[in-house]
């Protein structure tokens, strides 16, 4: 159910009745001030300026015209035209009710699934995955959890960079290894393994030369080099999945497509493209120039998709994907979860496959794109020493910093329970420090502030759940044994069962715009709204009736349930205790 949406709806509806044009809109919002009402429509005042007329009035008009439904208890005008929505108590009870009985907490599915292409996590496998890939496992798993609740189809793709010149080098220090070892000890350790390449690749007389043998080998499609690739691109894999694992990730194997995929297609389209006349020859590169994103001075935009000797270009593949991902796999809508540093590459790519219509005009590209991940002293985040920061360390240390909160928070912990909490708290501070900040700005990696107990953290709301499964331990009732209805008494009653309405309308719009953050936000204020009810509103005390007992401990299911969907929608995992 989506609140803001139903409003939409009905005060749409009566300003067409009222003789206003269809294109004006309710500007329906949520009350930003107490006093205001629950919600708000603002379109009066746009409308009557359209039509010259007194705004005040108009919304008058509009008023008389609303069908107010179970849903509103009553609308007030207030200053220049503004109209204040007070929802109906009866029909917010009714609301809570039908999602104490759903599992789906009374989220409809969306009316029309579309599938969903989400292009994230895409880690290079001639290089340790490093921080800025974290970025984009964390908020792409993150959207595609989100729509895939929602009923669309998602079709995961991990566009790995598992192609180009940087495998020869990899590949011939490989075969030397391989005479004295298999693969699977020569790279246990990939780390090593690309430093031990890199130093021969500079120091070792002959080593680049045969380096390169292997890159004309390896595009040629020779059988035993093409082999040797696949052992050091499954290797690789198994390390990125040991990452995905250890980060309560849905990326599989069956996800990755990468960059390898679309080898074959790439002379095939460049060679269309030159057909076509939508590339040229320039100066012995193949061009596409791209007058829709041209400079100041109207030069056209150029990108390159063959280089001067043949050569393809990470543009190029990204022409084939999508192609691919249009025709192939039938994408309505395709993600990128990409660092915003890649904006540029990426308004090409969209551009040049519009000007070849590659895809269907109704089918979008977005860049959903986030800043960088910076340290305590305000640079790109870095190990004590610079180096960049091996990702399965910082997780285990995220687990550890974890496990030292809790053992202090509570002593009394079995070492299992300990270590399962922290795995949960440490793992779940990392995510949604990330994704609880605007994802385009740039954010400062904090242990201290992301593994705070107060605060817009995970290990806040991960408590905050605890403590509502505490009152039903205390209760000695499980959730199904509820019953009787929920009454709305108090304030703190009212404002919560608003703040449980709104899940849907919040869901909505993440799945629309694709910021994780307002999910966040949203289940911050959720626990917020339910401590400032749990002062105010005694559930389990002497003198509570056993009717506001039983609707009182629905209220503290439905958040528990809330902030449970919640979390689980971003990847992070809840306790009974902690
Ligand atoms: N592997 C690339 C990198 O690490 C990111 C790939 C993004 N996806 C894409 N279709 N270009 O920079």
Redesign the pocket.
């Known amino acids: 159910m989506n609140i803001r949406q139903l409003l939409s709806d009905k005060f749409q509806a009566a300003m067409i009745s009222a003789g206003i044009p269809e294109d004006c809109g309710p500007v329906v919002a949520p009350a930003k001030k107490a006093g205001f009402g629950d919600y708000q429509a603002n379109g009066a005042m746009a409308a009557a300026k359209r039509m010259g007329t007194n705004p005040r009035e108009l919304a008058g008009k509009i008023l008389e015209h609303l069908d107010k439904g179970e849903m509103i208890e009553k609308v007030e005008i207030a200053g220049p035209g503004f109209l204040n929505i007070h929802l109906s108590q009866a029909w917010l009870a009714e609301q809570l009710a039908a999602a104490e009985k759903d599992p789906r907490l009374n989220i409809a599915p969306a009316a029309e699934p579309q599938t969903v292409v989400i292009?994230?996590s895409?880690?290079?496998l001639a290089k340790e995955m490093h921080v800025?890939?974290l970025r984009?496992t964390i908020i792409g798993d993150a959207l595609a959890r989100l729509l895939e609740f929602q009923g669309h189809k998602v079709i995961r793709?991990n566009?790995?960079?598992d192609w180009g010149t940087q495998f020869g080098m990899l590949l011939a220090h490989l075969s030397d290894k391989l005479e004295n070892s298999d693969a699977e000890v020569a790279l246990a350790d990939l780390e090593a393994f690309y430093r031990e390449a890199k130093v021969r690749f500079d120091d070792e007389e002959g080593f680049a030369d045969r380096a390169r043998e292997y890159v004309v080998k390896l595009q040629g499609g020779d059988p035993e080099c093409l082999k040797l690739w696949q052992q050091f691109i499954d290797i690789s894999i198994s390390h990125s999945e040991e990452i995905y694992e250890k980060l309560n990730v849905t990326l599989k194997r069956s996800d990755v497509y990468g960059?390898s995929q679309y080898n074959d297609d790439l002379p095939v389209l460049v060679k269309e493209l030159l057909d076509r006349g939508i590339a040229v020859e320039d100066q012995g590169a193949i061009v596409v120039f791209l007058e829709e994103m041209a400079d100041k001075e109207g030069n056209p935009s150029p990108m390159i998709i063959q280089k001067k000797g043949g050569g393809y270009l990470?543009a190029t593949?990204?022409l084939a994907?999508i192609r691919y991902r249009a025709n192939k796999l039938q994408a309505d809508r395709i993600l990128?979860?990409?660092?915003a540093r890649?904006s540029l590459?990426?308004q090409q790519?969209f551009t040049a496959s519009r000007k070849a219509a590659f895809l269907p005009e109704n089918v979008t590209l977005e860049h959903c794109a986030f800043g960088t991940m910076m340290g305590d002293d305000g640079k790109p985040f870095k190990t004590r020493t610079g180096g960049t920061v091996k990702l399965a360390a910082l997780l285990d240390e995220a687990v550890e910093r974890a496990s030292n909160l809790v053992a202090e928070k509570n002593p009394d912990l079995d070492p299992a329970t300990r270590a399962e909490i922290a795995r949960k708290v440490g793992i779940g501070a990392v995510k949604y420090a990330d994704l609880s900040k605007t994802r385009t700005n740039d954010y400062v990696f904090s242990w201290e502030a992301m593994l705070s107990f107060e605060g817009n953290t995970a290990p806040y709301l991960q408590y905050a759940y605890t403590r509502v499964r505490s009152i039903f331990r205390r209760a000695g009732v499980e959730p199904s044994e509820l019953k009787g209805e929920i009454h709305l008494e108090t304030a703190e009653e009212r404002t919560l069962a608003i703040k449980l309405c709104q899940f849907g309308e919040v869901l909505d719009q993440v799945a629309k715009d694709t910021f994780p953050h307002v999910l966040c936000t949203y289940l911050y204020d959720l626990a917020s709204a339910y401590m400032a009810f749990y002062e105010a509103c005694p559930v389990l005390k002497e003198g509570v009736s056993e009717a506001q007992k039983q609707s009182r401990l629905q209220l503290c299911n439905l958040v528990a349930r809330t902030i449970a969907t919640g979390l689980d929608l971003l990847g992070i995992e809840v306790m009974e205790q902690m």
């Open positions: 292009d994230y895409h880690p290079n800025g890939h984009s793709q566009h790995m960079g960059e990470y593949t990204d994907a990128y979860v990409v660092d890649q590459h990426l790519a």
